[in-house]
């Protein structure tokens, strides 16, 4: 697929933060929740759950709590907007290779939610630049932690995300597969992303993250997070109410109002992407991009993402011996993303094909809490009413 799509081209319709999405990352022991759950459309944020298993402790290994610069942070979002991305550069007592994490929303009404990125040492003063350019705690970062790519290579970052974890409503502690873990690289730094969604409540957070540390001398192996993002085209139904942002250049333009021309980029680089016209695209509610695998991985856990239009979502895998489904969630709840750890983990090889699907609802509008009545064509957008399709692949390496 990828021949006829210049790498330089789809860099720059797709930027750096492509896939800045709510999503848990993550897989092991206490991975459950979307193969066998179900809704009658979504709901919103679930405040807190009965019970909240703790991060284990392992023998050679340290538990290390991130918290928020000065412990809270009062979300604000843009003028005209419901949504606030806030990143926050932190330190990392330990490096090494993290094995297990746990994030704790302060505020679970406000938190949409919560990703931890990895920040490499020729990295650092990038991020540090993007926190003292702004006026408020940290930095606002729509699409990504905001720093820049390391080697320009946006499939690659998409093949090897940055993304140490990641919390969104209904995720619990994790743990990497025995003998894996994700890389924290001496010198480095993290970059905490927090989405809060004002439409969903007020006041402050203090949300944290524990990480569970192992030294660099333990001989696991890396495990990364590949992102599968496929565009999103939800025509306003030709038998429902219509309106002004009915139309699909009007909606992008609405999305790049709140969250910067970035935005409108995504939407066309996702077409690009994934082999669409981004000027005359084919709408529709079920939308899928495939993509070809590029290096031999170990594919341990799969989870989806969709917001609050989202029906059902689905992970395919091709190869020479046919093709497997390795995520079926025919009811989307998005207060339940956790990924779904695979019975037995799957080999997967250069020219392997994975293919994400999405539906979207576009009737549930009006009907679903959150949601404004208002008729509109949607695509591809940070906000909490606008909606995504992305497929989290947790894979581990060699080397």
Same mark, same amino acid.
């Given at each position: 697929?990828?021949?006829?799509?210049?790498?330089?081209?789809?860099?720059?319709?797709?930027?750096?933060?492509?896939?800045?999405?709510?999503?848990?990352?993550?897989?092991?022991?206490?991975?459950?929740?979307?193969?066998?759950?179900?809704?009658?459309?979504?709901?919103?944020?679930?405040?807190?759950?009965?019970?909240?298993?703790?991060?284990?402790?392992?023998?050679?290994?340290?538990?290390?709590?991130?918290?928020?610069?000065?412990?809270?942070?009062?979300?604000?979002?843009?003028?005209?907007?419901?949504?606030?991305?806030?990143?926050?550069?932190?330190?990392?007592?330990?490096?090494?290779?993290?094995?297990?994490?746990?994030?704790?929303?302060?505020?679970?009404?406000?938190?949409?939610?919560?990703?931890?990125?990895?920040?490499?040492?020729?990295?650092?003063?990038?991020?540090?630049?993007?926190?003292?350019?702004?006026?408020?705690?940290?930095?606002?970062?729509?699409?990504?932690?905001?720093?820049?790519?390391?080697?320009?290579?946006?499939?690659?970052?998409?093949?090897?995300?940055?993304?140490?974890?990641?919390?969104?409503?209904?995720?619990?502690?994790?743990?990497?597969?025995?003998?894996?873990?994700?890389?924290?690289?001496?010198?480095?730094?993290?970059?905490?992303?927090?989405?809060?969604?004002?439409?969903?409540?007020?006041?402050? %957070?203090?949300? *944290? !993250?524990?990480?569970?540390?192992? @030294?660099?001398?333990? +001989?696991?192996? /890396?495990?990364?997070?590949?992102?599968?993002?496929?565009?999103?085209?939800?025509?306003?139904?030709?038998?429902?109410?219509?309106?002004?942002?009915?139309?699909?250049?009007?909606?992008?333009?609405?999305?790049?109002?709140?969250?910067?021309?970035?935005?409108?980029?995504?939407?066309?680089?996702?077409?690009?992407?994934?082999?669409?016209?981004?000027?005359?695209?084919?709408?529709?509610?079920?939308?899928?991009?495939?993509?070809?695998?590029?290096?031999?991985?170990?594919?341990?856990?799969?989870?989806?993402?969709?917001?609050?239009?989202?029906?059902?979502?689905?992970?395919?895998?091709?190869?020479?011996?046919?093709?497997?489904?390795?995520?079926?969630?025919?009811?989307?709840?998005?207060?339940?993303?956790?990924?779904?750890?695979?019975?037995?983990?799957?080999?997967?090889?250069?020219? %392997?094909?994975? *293919? !994400?699907?999405?539906?979207?609802? @576009?009737?549930?509008? +009006?009907?679903? /809490?959150?949601?404004?009545?208002?008729?509109?064509?949607?695509?591809?957008?940070?906000?909490?009413?606008?909606?995504?399709?992305?497929?989290?692949?947790?894979?581990?390496?060699?080397?």
């Amino acid at each position: 697929m990828f021949g006829t799509i210049g790498h330089s081209r789809v860099g720059l319709l797709l930027g750096a933060g492509v896939v800045a999405a709510a999503l848990v990352a993550g897989c092991g022991s206490k991975i459950d929740g979307l193969a066998d759950g179900g809704h009658g459309g979504p709901v919103g944020h679930s405040a807190a759950s009965a019970e909240v298993a703790e991060l284990a402790e392992l023998p050679g290994q340290e538990i290390v709590t991130l918290s928020l610069p000065g412990g809270s942070y009062t979300p604000s979002a843009p003028e005209g907007a419901t949504d606030d991305y806030r990143c926050f550069v932190l330190d990392v007592p330990e490096q090494g290779f993290a094995t297990g994490f746990q994030v704790i929303p302060g505020n679970p009404e406000l938190t949409h939610h919560a990703i931890l990125y990895r920040i490499y040492p020729e990295q650092v003063a990038d991020a540090e630049a993007l926190e003292a350019a702004d006026d408020r705690p940290g930095y606002e970062c729509f699409g990504g932690s905001g720093v820049p790519a390391r080697d320009g290579d946006v499939l690659r970052g998409l093949d090897e995300s940055d993304w140490i974890t990641a919390w969104a409503p209904g995720g619990e502690a994790s743990d990497t597969p025995d003998g894996y873990g994700v890389p924290i690289p001496a010198g480095g730094k993290v970059v905490l992303q927090m989405h809060y969604n004002t439409r969903a409540g007020t006041g402050s %957070d203090s949300s *944290t !993250v524990k990480v569970r540390m192992a @030294p660099e001398a333990s +001989g696991l192996k /890396p495990l990364y997070s590949m992102l599968l993002p496929a565009p999103v085209e939800l025509p306003c139904p030709a038998d429902g109410p219509q309106g002004p942002l009915c139309d699909r250049q009007a909606a992008i333009a609405d999305v790049a109002s709140r969250f910067g021309r970035g935005s409108a980029a995504q939407v066309y680089g996702l077409q690009a992407l994934c082999g669409g016209d981004p000027g005359n695209p084919a709408a529709g509610e079920t939308q899928s991009c495939t993509r070809t695998v590029r290096e031999e991985s170990t594919l341990f856990a799969v989870a989806g993402h969709m917001h609050l239009l989202g029906d059902s979502i689905t992970v395919d895998v091709a190869n020479p011996d046919g093709t497997q489904r390795v995520l079926d969630v025919p009811q989307y709840d998005f207060d339940n993303q956790d990924a779904v750890p695979l019975a037995v983990p799957m080999q997967l090889r250069p020219g %392997d094909e994975v *293919t !994400v699907t999405c539906t979207h609802d @576009p009737t549930l509008r +009006g009907k679903v /809490p959150g949601i404004p009545v208002e008729p509109r064509y949607v695509v591809w957008g940070e906000g909490t009413t606008d909606e995504m399709c992305l497929g989290v692949l947790i894979v581990g390496k060699d080397a």
